[in-house]
C-alpha cells in the first residue's frame, strides 16, 4: 500500500470523516448516515441535512463516494439512492485514521493521553 | 406542512446542487422529523429551526462557491450574472440617493423597522436559548425527573422520591441510570476563613444520568455513596478558581465541611450546571441499597430513561412497582399506607418541562407581543411608502411612458424597501445586542440558562429572512401600486379630482388592522397591570415593610441541640437590645422562602388505620413573639407564651388552612394532634392564625403547623441549626445590619449572617415573573399604541389633502367648516371602530394565554376591554379630529383654483 501515497487523498473534515465511518458499514442513503453518526456521538454531532449534503457533494466530487442501486434484499425505492466507498474513499479513510493514530501514539508516550 | 417548507427553502440551493441531492434531502428531512416528531413537541420545533437554518447555510455558502467556481471557469454565464448584479447595483445606488435625499422619511422608517426587529431578536433570542435549546447533556430528551403525586392528600404533584421507591426503580430496565438529589448549604473552610456555600448532594450514578465526568480528577466511587462511606467532595469550576487559585494541586487534600473533614477527589468542568440547583460544592448523597423503609419522600432524583421509552410507559411500569409496594416492604405500614389511603401515583417530568415550563409561557407572550408590534410597523411603514410612491406617480409615469417596464418600476420600487429593510435589520440587531445585555444584566426574573444567552448565529439566521420578510410586505403595497395609468397622471398632473376608492380602501384597512393590534396587546397590557397592582397591594397575611431578615446556620458538631436552642435564644435577647430594632423573632422557614419541612401528621380524633396517612402540613418552629413580630392575625384561641416556649405540654398553633382542611366541623381549639413517626406525645391546639404563603403571594394558602422553639417532637423533624431571624426596624432595616454583624459575632465569631436582606425585598422577587412580563408586554404596547396612532393620523391626514377638492367644493356650495369636519371625524369613527371591534375579538382569543400570569383579575375582565376600547376610541377620534379641523379651513377660492 506503499505506492498509494502518491494520489495524497483530500483533507477531511470531521464530519467528512464520520460520513465516510457511517458509509464504510456498506451503502446505505443519507438518513441511515445521518442517524448513524447522531447515535455513535451520542448526540453531540448531529448535523442538520442541509450540512450532511453539503459534505455528501464535496466528497463524491472529490471521488470518496458513489451513488450505487439499493443494496439485494433493501425495498427498491426509487426516490432512495445509496452511497458507497469508492477504492480512493476507502484510501482517503485508512489514510486519515493512521494518522490519527500515530498522533494518539505520539499523545501516549509524551504521558498525555491514557493511563498506565 | 414542515416537509412543504422545507421543499421551498431548497430552491434557495443553487440550481445544480438541487437537481442532484433535492429529492433525497426531501426524503432524509421527512424520516427525520418523523423522528423528532416522536420525542414531542418541543422536539419537532427545534429540529425545525435548525433544520432551516442549516439548509440556509449551506445555500448561501453553495451558492458562493458556485459562483466562485463559475468565475474562474470564465463561463459565458458569468457574463450574464454580471449584467444582472451591474443593474441591480444601479437600482440600489438609485435607491440610497432617493432615500438620502430624505432623511426625514428614511430615519423614521429605519428606526421604526429597527426597534420592531431589535425587539423580535432579542425575545427570540432569550426563548431559543431558554425555551428552544437542548439541556447542554447529550440526550436530554431522555432526563426526567421523578416526581409523585398524592391524590389522597390532595397533592397533585410535589411528593418528590422516596429512598424505598429508589431501592426498587433502580432495577428497572426502562431506566438506565437514576440518582437522587438535592440542594443543601454548608460552611467550607480551606485555609482560614469560613465560607458559606451552596451545595449539590448527588449519587455516584449522576455523571451516568447527565453523561457528563469531571473536568479533573474524579467523581464518586460507589462505595462513597453508601452511608457512613469516606467523606469527599467535588468542587465546582467556579469555586476551584475563586478559593483555590485554580489550583491542581488541591486534588487529594482535604478541606472541612460543616467542621467534618472531606477529600478533595474532583472539579466539574467550567460550564457545568445542574439546571434549578446553585452549587458550589458537590457531595455524595448517602443512600442505603438495603433500606427497609419504603417512605421518606421530599427528595429530588433524575434519571435517564432507556431510548425509545415515553413518560407515560415509563409512569406505567412505576406505577406497577408502587401496586406492588406492600409486598416489596413487607415490614413498612407505610407501604400499604402509600396505596391505600395516601394512593401515590409515579408522575415523571421531562427535565426540559421541569426547567423551562414555568417561564415558558410568559416567553411565549412576549413573542407574541413583539410579533404584533412588528407586524404595526410593518403597516405604519407600508403607509409610509404608499405615500411616498404616490408623491411619485409622476416620475414613475414619465419612466413608464419612456418605455420602462413595469418589472423594472417595481425593481425600483423594491430597491428602496429592501435597502431600508437591511439597514433596519441591521440596526435591530444592534439593539437586540443591547437590550439583551440590560436584560441579563437587570433581569430581576431567575431565567434558565440566562447567562448563557447572547446574539448568535440563530439570532441572525431569524432576524435575516424576519428584516426580508418585513421589507417584502411593505414594499410589496407600493409595487402593486406602481401599475398606474400613465396617460391619465400625466394629464391631469396627478391631481385626480376624485381620490381613487382602492387607494383609500387599502388605507383604511391598514389603519383598522394597526388599531386591532394595538388593541390586543393595550388589553394584555392592561391586564397584567391590574394583577401588578393587586399583587403589590394584596395583603400576603403578614407585615413586610421595615423588617430586616436573615439566616444563622450553627455547625451541629459544636451546637447539640439544646446548645443550638439556648444560642437561638440569646441571639434573640441581643438582638432586642440593639439600637433602632424594635422586636426579634425566629423561624425554621419564613413565608416566601418556600417549602421548608412538609411532613406528615395525624389527629387523634381519627385514629389511624394501620399507618393511614390523614394530614400533611408545613412544619415550622418558631420564637414565642413570632406571630406579633411578622403581624401574622391571630384568629382564635392564643399564641404562645413565654412558658410554652419551654416546651410544657406540648402547645401547637395551627393556620386556618389547617383548620378548614382537617377540623372543618369541630372547634379546632383543644383538638389533639401528633407528627407522625417523631413522637408518641399529643400536641394540643391553643390556637388559630391567619395562613401565610410558601412560594407565592397569589398562591391558595398551604395548611401550616407550629412548634415553639424547644419543642422536643419539632426538634426531630426539623433542623434544630438553622433558623430564619426577622427584626422589627426603622423604615431602613439595613441600617441596623452592622450592629446585627456585631451582635452576632460577638456571640460566636465562626457563626456567619447569611443572606441578610429586607422581607419587602423577598416578597418583591416573588411576584417578579408578573412585574417582568407586564414591564416588557407594557413597552410593547406602548409602541404599538404609538406606532397606530401615527399609523391613523398619516392615513386620515392622507384622505383629507386628497379630497381637498371636494372638501372645497363643499365649503363653497355653503357647507358649515364644522359639517366638513364633522364629516371627516364620522368616517374615521367608523373604520376606528372595525379596528377596535376585531381587536376585541383577537385579544379574546389571545388574552387566554396570560392566564396563569394574572392575579385577581379575569382573562376576559370586560371593563379592561372596555376601558381600553373607550381610550383607543378616544385617541383614535382625537387622531383624525387634527387633521379634520385643519380641513375646514381650507379656502374654496384656493382648493379650487
Keep these: 500500500m506503499t505506492s498509494e501515497s502518491q494520489t495524497s487523498p483530500p483533507a477531511l473534515t470531521e464530519l467528512g470523516l464520520q460520513i465516510l465511518l457511517a458509509v464504510g458499514r456498506g451503502a446505505v442513503h443519507g438518513y441511515a448516515i445521518g442517524r448513524d453518526i447522531e447515535d455513535r456521538t451520542g448526540g453531540r454531532t448531529d448535523p442538520s441535512t442541509g450540512a450532511l449534503y453539503q459534505v455528501l457533494k464535496r466528497l463524491m466530487r472529490d471521488g470518496l463516494l458513489e451513488h450505487v442501486?439499493?443494496?439485494?434484499?433493501?425495498?427498491?425505492?426509487?426516490?432512495?439512492?445509496?452511497?458507497?466507498?469508492?477504492?480512493?474513499?476507502?484510501?482517503?479513510?485508512?489514510?486519515?485514521?493512521?494518522?490519527?493514530?500515530?498522533?494518539?501514539?505520539?499523545?501516549?508516550?509524551?504521558?498525555?493521553y491514557g493511563g498506565a | 406542512?414542515?416537509?412543504?417548507?422545507?421543499?421551498?427553502?431548497?430552491?434557495?440551493?443553487?440550481?445544480?446542487?438541487?437537481?442532484?441531492?433535492?429529492?433525497?434531502?426531501?426524503?432524509?428531512?421527512?424520516?427525520?422529523?418523523?423522528?423528532?416528531?416522536?420525542?414531542?413537541?418541543?422536539?419537532?420545533?427545534?429540529?425545525?429551526?435548525?433544520?432551516?437554518?442549516?439548509?440556509?447555510?449551506?445555500?448561501?455558502?453553495?451558492?458562493?462557491?458556485?459562483r466562485a467556481e463559475r468565475r474562474a471557469r470564465h463561463s459565458p454565464a458569468h457574463h450574464e450574472v454580471r449584467g444582472v448584479m451591474d443593474a441591480m447595483m444601479k437600482e440600489l445606488r438609485h435607491a440610497l440617493r432617493g432615500l438620502a435625499r430624505t432623511p426625514g422619511f428614511t430615519a423614521a422608517a429605519v428606526l421604526t423597522l429597527?426597534?420592531?426587529?431589535?425587539?423580535?431578536?432579542?425575545?427570540?433570542?432569550?426563548?431559543?436559548?431558554?425555551?428552544?435549546?437542548?439541556?447542554?447533556?447529550?440526550?436530554?430528551?431522555?432526563?426526567v425527573v421523578l416526581d409523585h403525586a398524592a391524590?389522597?392528600?390532595?397533592?397533585?404533584?410535589?411528593?418528590?422520591?422516596?429512598?424505598?421507591?429508589?431501592?426498587?426503580?433502580?432495577?428497572?430496565?426502562?431506566?438506565?441510570?437514576?440518582?437522587?438529589?438535592?440542594?443543601?448549604?454548608?460552611?467550607?473552610?480551606?485555609?482560614?476563613?469560613?465560607?458559606?456555600?451552596?451545595?449539590?448532594?448527588?449519587?455516584p450514578s449522576l455523571t451516568d444520568v447527565l453523561g457528563i465526568a469531571p473536568a479533573r480528577g474524579r467523581w464518586f466511587a460507589a462505595e462513597e455513596g453508601l452511608p457512613g462511606g469516606p467523606s469527599v467532595v467535588v468542587l465546582s469550576h467556579a469555586l476551584w478558581t475563586r478559593s483555590f487559585g485554580a489550583d491542581p494541586a488541591v486534588l487529594g487534600t482535604t478541606v472541612r465541611i460543616n467542621g467534618m473533614p472531606h477529600e478533595l477527589i474532583g472539579v466539574m468542568p467550567a460550564d457545568f450546571s445542574f439546571p434549578g440547583v446553585r452549587a458550589d460544592y458537590f457531595?455524595?448523597?448517602?443512600?442505603?441499597?438495603?433500606?427497609?423503609?419504603?417512605?421518606?419522600?421530599?427528595?429530588?432524583?433524575?434519571?435517564?430513561?432507556?431510548?425509545?421509552?415515553?413518560?407515560?410507559?415509563?409512569?406505567?411500569?412505576?406505577?406497577?412497582?408502587?401496586?406492588?409496594?406492600?409486598?416489596?416492604?413487607?415490614?413498612?405500614?407505610?407501604?400499604?399506607?402509600?396505596?391505600?389511603?395516601?394512593?401515590?401515583?409515579?408522575?415523571?417530568?421531562?427535565?426540559?418541562?421541569?426547567?423551562?415550563?414555568?417561564?415558558?409561557?410568559?416567553?411565549?407572550?412576549?413573542?407574541g407581543s413583539v410579533a404584533v408590534v412588528l407586524l404595526i410597523a410593518c403597516a405604519n411603514l407600508a403607509n409610509l411608502f404608499l405615500v411616498r410612491a404616490e408623491a411619485r406617480q409622476r416620475e414613475v409615469a414619465v419612466r413608464r411612458a419612456l418605455g420602462a417596464g413595469s418589472r423594472r418600476v417595481?425593481?425600483?420600487?423594491?430597491?428602496?424597501?429592501?435597502?431600508?429593510?437591511?439597514?433596519?435589520?441591521?440596526?435591530?440587531?444592534?439593539?437586540?445586542?443591547?437590550?439583551?445585555?440590560?436584560?441579563?444584566?437587570?433581569?430581576?426574573?431567575?431565567?434558565?440558562?440566562?447567562?448563557?444567552?447572547?446574539?448568535?448565529?440563530?439570532?441572525?439566521?431569524?432576524?435575516?429572512?424576519?428584516?426580508?420578510?418585513?421589507?417584502?410586505?411593505?414594499?410589496?403595497?407600493?409595487?402593486?401600486?406602481?401599475?398606474?395609468?400613465?396617460?391619465?397622471?400625466?394629464q391631469d398632473g396627478g391631481r385626480g379630482s376624485t381620490a381613487g376608492a382602492g387607494r383609500m380602501r387599502a388605507r383604511n384597512v391598514l389603519m383598522a388592522a394597526q388599531l386591532a393590534f394595538a388593541m390586543m396587546l393595550l388589553v394584555a397590557a392592561g391586564l397584567l397591570l391590574q394583577s401588578f397592582l393587586s399583587l403589590r397591594t394584596a395583603d400576603p397575611g403578614f407585615a413586610g415593610e421595615s423588617r430586616l431578615i436573615f439566616q444563622l446556620a450553627l455547625p451541629a458538631t459544636e451546637y447539640p441541640d439544646e446548645a443550638a436552642a439556648a444560642f437561638q435564644e440569646r441571639a434573640l435577647d441581643a438582638l432586642r437590645g440593639l439600637p433602632g430594632v424594635r422586636a426579634a423573632a425566629l423561624?425554621?422557614?419564613?413565608?416566601?422562602?418556600?417549602?421548608?419541612?412538609?411532613?406528615?401528621?395525624?389527629?387523634?380524633?381519627?385514629?389511624?388505620?394501620?399507618?393511614?396517612?390523614?394530614?400533611?402540613?408545613?412544619?415550622?418552629?418558631?420564637?414565642?413573639?413570632?406571630?406579633?413580630?411578622?403581624?401574622?392575625?391571630l384568629v382564635q384561641g392564643r399564641v404562645f407564651d413565654e412558658r410554652d416556649m419551654q416546651g410544657a405540654g406540648n402547645p401547637v398553633v395551627i393556620d386556618e388552612a389547617l383548620a378548614r382542611a382537617y377540623f372543618p366541623d369541630v372547634d379546632p381549639i383543644g383538638q389533639q394532634l401528633q407528627p407522625v413517626g417523631a413522637t408518641d406525645e399529643w400536641h394540643t391546639v391553643i390556637g388559630i392564625v391567619a395562613g401565610s404563603p410558601v412560594n407565592e403571594v397569589r398562591e391558595s394558602p398551604a395548611p401550616h403547623l407550629y412548634f415553639p422553639i424547644r419543642s422536643e417532637a419539632a426538634g426531630r423533624t426539623l433542623s434544630v441549626h438553622l433558623a430564619n431571624f426577622v427584626l422589627v426596624t426603622g423604615d431602613d432595616p439595613l441600617?441596623?445590619?452592622?450592629?446585627?454583624?456585631?451582635?452576632?459575632?460577638?456571640?460566636?465569631?465562626?457563626?456567619?449572617?447569611?443572606?441578610?436582606?429586607?422581607?419587602?425585598?423577598?416578597?418583591?422577587?416573588?411576584?417578579?415573573?408578573?412585574?417582568?412580563?407586564?414591564?416588557?408586554?407594557?413597552?410593547?404596547?406602548?409602541?404599538?399604541?404609538?406606532?397606530?396612532?401615527?399609523?391613523?393620523?398619516?392615513?386620515?391626514?392622507?384622505?383629507?389633502?386628497?379630497?381637498?377638492?371636494?372638501?372645497?367644493?363643499?365649503?363653497?356650495?355653503?357647507?358649515?367648516?364644522?359639517?366638513?369636519?364633522?364629516?371627516?371625524?364620522?368616517?374615521?369613527?367608523?373604520?376606528?371602530?372595525?379596528?377596535?371591534?376585531?381587536?376585541?375579538?383577537?385579544?379574546?382569543?389571545?388574552?387566554?394565554?396570560?392566564?396563569?400570569?394574572?392575579?385577581?383579575?379575569?382573562?376576559?375582565?370586560?371593563?379592561?376591554?372596555?376601558?381600553?376600547?373607550?381610550?383607543?376610541?378616544?385617541?383614535?377620534?382625537?387622531?383624525?379630529?387634527?387633521?379634520?379641523?385643519?380641513?375646514?379651513?381650507?379656502?374654496?377660492l384656493e382648493s379650487l383654483r
Design chain 2, 587 to 633: 423561624s425554621t422557614t419564613l413565608p416566601l422562602q418556600g417549602d421548608g419541612r412538609r411532613d406528615v401528621l395525624q389527629l387523634r380524633a381519627w385514629p389511624l388505620v394501620d399507618g393511614e396517612v390523614n394530614a400533611v402540613a408545613q412544619f415550622r418552629r418558631v420564637s414565642a413573639n413570632y406571630f406579633e413580630t411578622m403581624r401574622i392575625a
Design chain 2, 283 to 367: 457531595i455524595p448523597f448517602p443512600h442505603d441499597p438495603e433500606t427497609t423503609r419504603a417512605a421518606g419522600f421530599g427528595r429530588g432524583s433524575i434519571a435517564r430513561i432507556a431510548p425509545g421509552m415515553t413518560t407515560d410507559a415509563l409512569a406505567a411500569q412505576l406505577n406497577t412497582i408502587i401496586a406492588d409496594m406492600p409486598n416489596r416492604f413487607p415490614g413498612d405500614a407505610m407501604a400499604r399506607a402509600m396505596v391505600e389511603s395516601v394512593q401515590l401515583a409515579a408522575l415523571p417530568i421531562p427535565l426540559e418541562q421541569q426547567v423551562v415550563g414555568p417561564v415558558a409561557r410568559m416567553l411565549w407572550v412576549l413573542v
Design chain 1, 69 to 112: 442501486d439499493a443494496p439485494a434484499g433493501e425495498r427498491d425505492d426509487a426516490r432512495r439512492r445509496y452511497f458507497a466507498l469508492t477504492a480512493h474513499g476507502r484510501r482517503a479513510v485508512s489514510a486519515e485514521l493512521a494518522r490519527l493514530e500515530t498522533l494518539v501514539a505520539l499523545g501516549r508516550e509524551r504521558g498525555l
Design chain 2, 1 to 66: 406542512m414542515l416537509e412543504r417548507a422545507f421543499g421551498l427553502l431548497l430552491r434557495l440551493l443553487p440550481a445544480a446542487f438541487r437537481e442532484e441531492f433535492g429529492a433525497l434531502m426531501r426524503r432524509t428531512f421527512a424520516m427525520r422529523a418523523a423522528d423528532a416528531a416522536r420525542r414531542g413537541r418541543l422536539s419537532l420545533v427545534r429540529f425545525a429551526a435548525r433544520e432551516f437554518a442549516g439548509l440556509l447555510r449551506a445555500a448561501i455558502v453553495e451558492r458562493i462557491t458556485e
Design chain 2, 735 to 892: 441600617a441596623v445590619l452592622p450592629g446585627v454583624r456585631r451582635a452576632i459575632a460577638a456571640l460566636d465569631a465562626t457563626v456567619p449572617l447569611i443572606r441578610p436582606e429586607r422581607m419587602s425585598d423577598l416578597i418583591a422577587r416573588t411576584g417578579a415573573r408578573t412585574t417582568f412580563t407586564m414591564v416588557l408586554v407594557g413597552i410593547a404596547a406602548a409602541m404599538s399604541l404609538l406606532l397606530g396612532i401615527i399609523g391613523a393620523y398619516a392615513v386620515i391626514s392622507y384622505g383629507v389633502a386628497l379630497r381637498r377638492d371636494e372638501i372645497g367644493v363643499r365649503l363653497a356650495l355653503g357647507a358649515r367648516p364644522a359639517d366638513v369636519s364633522g364629516m371627516i371625524v364620522r368616517q374615521s369613527a367608523a373604520v376606528i371602530t372595525c379596528g377596535i371591534i376585531f381587536g376585541t375579538v383577537a385579544a379574546l382569543a389571545g388574552a387566554r394565554t396570560l392566564e396563569s400570569l394574572l392575579f385577581d383579575i379575569a382573562w376576559n375582565d370586560a371593563i379592561t376591554y372596555a376601558i381600553v376600547a373607550a381610550g383607543l376610541l378616544a385617541v383614535g377620534l382625537l387622531a383624525s379630529w387634527v387633521p379634520a379641523s385643519r380641513a375646514a379651513r381650507v379656502s374654496p
Design chain 2, 151 to 203: 391524590p389522597g392528600l390532595n397533592m397533585a404533584g410535589g411528593m418528590g422520591m422516596s429512598g424505598g421507591l429508589f431501592r426498587e426503580y433502580v432495577k428497572l430496565p426502562a431506566i438506565e441510570a437514576i440518582s437522587l438529589v438535592g440542594g443543601t448549604e454548608g460552611t467550607l473552610i480551606a485555609g482560614d476563613s469560613p465560607e458559606r456555600l451552596q451545595a449539590m448532594a448527588a449519587m
Design chain 2, 410 to 490: 417595481g425593481g425600483f420600487f423594491l430597491a428602496e424597501t429592501l435597502l431600508v429593510a437591511l439597514l433596519g435589520g441591521v440596526l435591530g440587531l444592534v439593539l437586540a445586542h443591547a437590550g439583551l445585555q440590560l436584560l441579563v444584566a437587570y433581569s430581576p426574573v431567575e431565567l434558565p440558562r440566562l447567562n448563557e444567552v447572547r446574539i448568535d448565529a440563530v439570532s441572525v439566521a431569524w432576524t435575516v429572512p424576519l428584516a426580508a420578510i418585513a421589507g417584502c410586505a411593505f414594499g410589496l403595497l407600493p409595487v402593486l401600486r406602481s401599475r398606474v395609468d400613465v396617460f391619465n397622471v400625466l
Design chain 2, 114 to 143: 429597527a426597534l420592531a426587529i431589535g425587539a423580535n431578536t432579542a425575545i427570540f433570542t432569550l426563548l431559543n436559548r431558554v425555551v428552544l435549546s437542548p439541556l447542554p447533556f447529550p440526550h436530554s430528551d431522555r432526563l
